[in-house]
């Protein structure tokens, strides 16, 4: 990932359009006229040797002739000429481009590329419309117009979809910081964006329209970057079979299945929307209320239906209208008439005026209970509209200025002509106003869904159980020898190994090659269980049961003996290509409370490795009862997998069923998803049935493809794994024994402990305050990281005390990273420091980082001292004579570093 140079892109300040023409009708006409006309107070210049002016504007033959270097470059010149042109715009100083061209095709892209590499030019597109920035009056499209100014940021794959969200924004008064049409994203795509964004002050919530994902790490590390810092709503196209075809048609690339992306942005932390009505929804409240305090709703209106209509949608989201307090009642019973609805939603009958509307929304406002008013208008003849408008908005202003604070409100005025003005009054005065009740409700819950976001985001995850071992030998072992014999498809038997190796519980199996070995083998497991099962072994046969390969309920070695004759018989008869190369044979599990469940992994075209769960048995394609999830996982997004099935009702139990032991189930989806990151050669998995009741979890089946990683390599995880290679034990001579790791979740309630171990002169050097923040929101980011661009290792006392951490944050380039470190007062120069700082220089150094960086009080004298003999260099920093940058260059080892892992 990278944002390198995208400030060309979007702060230009000279931009050259090459493809100019004055031919009526035309895309550089179009696009000549945007650019002058947008009120981009830059230089601009016009590139065709056809011409020597356009419109009254000087045209150059070249690139080379332009007087001085372009920030931006606008390309729409015939598809061959493209790498040329971006070689010229290169040796020129150029740094950021759009190619508007389309019909590029795979040779003439990589000419592009290699023309741009050098330089490191941005392309973006080709393919696309262009590029607006309203604030900057930059039009550099062949957009029909250019959008209001505002603080909404829209990424688009879809040109079309571009022209209609401004058409329709204009409208209404709604304004964007920048629009980008992203087109075939052959170099900058979403996960570039959405890095540049979360840091933007004038973007306040970012829009998407996605077709497809090009880079998923890299999307998902900088979408999770964006929503942590702003509201960030994608609508993607393709939810099902047909509709993803022709996403795949029309982008040129193919698209992963729905419901993965679905788990993808819930687990970035994006709010999805369906429709387009619902990202224009999205657009309208999030353009003025980016953010919700809280989910309880009021509802004020002058029409019951209306009031009713607003209720029902709201329940369609499992939300209902908020309680109204006593004291808000009884303050509404004293402003409106006795016939008013007393209760929520708040009915001030339809002969309501101005006056009305106003006292009662200034007592639902200074409700603290409450976290929003929806507002609501029916047109009568008894009172004007556009008056009870201009009562709503001195009500709103009025609650702003006593409190301090701008409590949400949205409106919904019905009607069309009687409703225009009020809703002309409301964008005005920055207040979401909606056509209908219906519209008015989504939008509220656009918000709603990304504060749950990002309390799910923030969410410490249960520590995971203290027996989460595995013998990843053994189970490497089992897979190697497979591929070793060309054998891709494990045995249930070699399957169940790996899953044992794992600690998941299995029915143990035994493989018999003949009916008489089936028998004896029955024999045995009798001894111990009242009856067998007995189920074909045949590399050609993915579902025994679908040909009569599986018997149940065995009772006897001959009963087994002649099950498998009949057996042979059975599958001679309908599979007879089939090579057969024995049975297996395990105990009867019988539960009969327990439910079937299946666990599975299969790898994505787009997000690698996926894991599923669901109802399981022989009905599962039918039932289609199941989640996705990316690993890895923590206890935690286990139980939400579950929590998204509706199987996961049953499992809590009903009448004299009991409920099931839900945390083993997590647990087995926790095991499984360390399994898929530690064995890249793993590519397909079934547990089916998994077996759960009340006594735990037990794997009855399961079935293993894998292949070569060396000469066959996965796609990676899309979300980067723990770390577990850099935990490790160490001593130092003044405090003794300690384990070092990578910092986890659920490390966030060792905090408070460790905090009380930090002088407040500590804390000051180290967060540059003697208090610093200690809410569960500003530790769980501590905590909480991506191991993609972020690490922290903290040193854990052997009774699991945390002693100090060191933590480094990388730029999106992932080049630079800034680091930081801190120990107890009470540990202060006793060498834990130094080891902390040595484990995140060497740890750097790994991940091929060419600099740390850090700012340092001058007071900080310990600080400044160990980085000078780590080999840091130390600066003043120029417009602050209390701070000092040190820098170290990770290509040199300095001696200190080099022993000091001896």
């Known amino acids: 990932m990278t944002v390198r140079n995208l400030e060309f892109l979007f702060s230009p300040k000279s931009v050259a359009f090459i493809g100019a023409s004055p031919e009526p009708g035309s895309v550089g006409r179009i696009v000549t006229s945007n650019l002058k006309t947008g009120g981009f107070a830059g230089d601009l210049y016009l590139v065709n040797p056809k011409h020597s002016e356009i419109e009254g504007t000087v045209c150059y033959p070249s690139i080379a002739a332009l007087p001085a270097t372009p920030d931006l470059a606008v390309i729409a010149t015939p598809p061959k000429t493209i790498p040329s042109v971006i070689a010229d715009l290169a040796a020129k100083g150029t740094r950021a481009a759009i190619v508007i061209t389309a019909g590029i095709d795979t040779m003439l892209r990589r000419k592009m590329f290699n ?22 009056g930059l039009n550099a499209s062949f957009a029909h117009g250019m959008p209001l100014k505002g603080d909404l940021a829209f990424l688009s794959q879809s040109g079309a979809l571009v022209t209609a969200v401004i058409d329709w924004a204009h409208a209404r008064g709604i304004g964007f910081s920048k629009v980008v049409s992203m087109g075939d994203m052959a170099d900058v795509d979403f996960g570039d964006l959405l890095d540049f964004l979360a840091g933007d002050p004038q973007s306040k919530a970012i829009l998407l329209y996605v077709e497809q994902i090009t880079s998923a790490p890299k999307f998902l590390s900088a979408a999770r970057r964006a929503a942590r810092a702003k509201p960030v709503i994608v609508l993607k196209s393709g939810r099902h079979a047909s509709g993803a075809k022709a996403a795949q048609s029309h982008t040129g690339a193919l698209s992963g299945a729905d419901a993965v992306y679905d788990a993808a942005f819930r687990r970035a932390g994006l709010v999805r929307v369906g429709d387009l009505d619902s990202l224009f929804s999205a657009a309208e409240i999030l353009s003025f209320t980016p953010k919700l305090e809280g989910e309880r709703l009021a509802i004020l209106t002058n029409g019951g239906g209306a009031g009713v209509l607003a209720a029902d949608r709201l329940a369609d989201f499992n939300v209902d209208p908020a309680d109204l307090s006593p004291e808000t009642q009884a303050a509404l019973n004293n402003v409106l008439p006795p016939t008013w609805s007393r209760g929520n939603p708040v009915d001030i009958i339809g002969d309501a005026g101005p006056d009305r509307y106003e006292a009662a929304l200034e007592i639902l406002l200074a409700d603290k209970a409450l976290d929003a008013v929806l507002v609501i208008n029916c047109p009568t003849a008894l009172a004007s509209s556009e008056a009870a408008a201009s009562a709503v908005i001195r009500a709103h202003a009025s609650d702003t200025a006593k409190t301090g604070r701008k409590k949400t409100v949205l409106t919904n005025w019905l009607g069309d002509g009687a409703a225009t003005e009020s809703r002309r009054q409301f964008a005005k005065a920055g207040i979401p106003t909606f056509d209908t009740p219906a519209e008015a409700i989504e939008g509220f819950m656009q918000l709603v869904a990304y504060r749950r976001s990002q309390n799910e985001l923030m969410r410490t995850p249960p520590t995971a159980p203290g027996n989460l071992h595995f013998d990843t030998d053994h189970a490497s072992a089992v897979i190697s020898e497979a591929i070793a014999r060309n054998r891709f498809m494990l045995t249930e038997k070699e399957s169940k190994a790996i899953l044992s190796a794992y600690g998941i519980p299995v029915a143990e199996t035994v493989i018999a090659r003949d009916p008489d070995a089936v028998a004896n083998a029955a024999r045995k497991i009798m001894e111990t269980t009242p009856a067998c099962v007995i189920k074909i072994l045949s590399d050609d046969i993915s579902h025994k049961s679908d040909v009569g390969g599986v018997r149940l309920g065995l009772r006897s070695p001959e009963e087994a003996r002649e099950a498998a004759r009949a057996m042979l018989a059975d599958i001679a008869r309908i599979r007879p290509d089939a090579h057969l190369e024995g049975f297996t044979v395990e105990p009867m599990i019988e539960r009969p409370d327990a439910h079937e469940l299946i666990v599975g992994m299969s790898e994505d075209r787009t997000f690698g490795p996926t894991l599923l769960f669901g109802a399981g048995g022989t009905a599962v394609e039918v039932i289609k009862d199941t989640a996705h999830a990316l690993p890895p996982l923590d206890l935690m997004l286990a139980h939400d997998a579950i929590r998204q099935t509706r199987i996961s009702r049953l499992l809590q139990g009903y009448r004299n069923r009991p409920r099931a032991d839900l945390d083993a189930i997590a647990e087995v989806l926790v095991r499984v998803s360390y399994m898929i990151a530690n064995h890249p050669e793993i590519r397909e998995l079934d547990i089916n049935p998994l077996l759960a009741d009340e006594r735990g979890c037990i794997a009855l089946d399961a079935r293993v493809r894998v292949a070569d990683a ?60 003697m208090k610093p923040d ?30 100090g951490v060191s933590r480094l944050s990388a730029d999106p380039d ?89």
């Open 115 to 136: 023309a741009a590499r050098p330089t490191c030019m941005r392309i973006v597109g080709p393919n696309c419309i262009g590029l607006l920035l309203p604030r900057l």
């Open 814 to 902: 992932y080049t630079r990273a800034e680091y930081a470190v801190l120990v107890r007062s009470d540990l202060k120069g006793k060498g834990l420091g130094w080891l902390l700082m040595q484990h995140l220089i060497a740890y750097a150094r790994e991940e091929g980082l060419q600099q740390l960086f850090g700012e340092i009080l001058a007071t900080n004298t310990t600080m400044l001292t160990m980085c000078q003999a780590l080999g840091f260099k130390i600066e003043t920093i120029d417009d602050d004579s209390t701070l000092r940058r040190a820098t170290l260059q990770i290509g040199a080892t300095p001696q200190a570093l080099r022993t000091a892992r001896t």
């Open 710 to 769: 060396i000469r066959e390599p996965r796609l990676p995880l899309s979300i980067r794994p723990y770390p577990a290679q850099w935990e490790e034990d160490r001593e130092l001579p003044r405090i003794g024994k300690f384990h070092l790791r990578p910092v986890r979740p659920e490390d966030e309630k060792l905090y408070d402990r460790f905090f009380e171990h930090v002088t407040p002169e500590d804390a000051h050097m180290r967060f540059f305050t």
């Open 774 to 803: 200690r809410s569960h929101k500003f530790i769980a980011r501590l905590t909480q990281i991506d191991y993609a661009r972020e690490m922290a290792f903290v040193a854990l006392s052997p009774d699991g005390e945390l002693l």
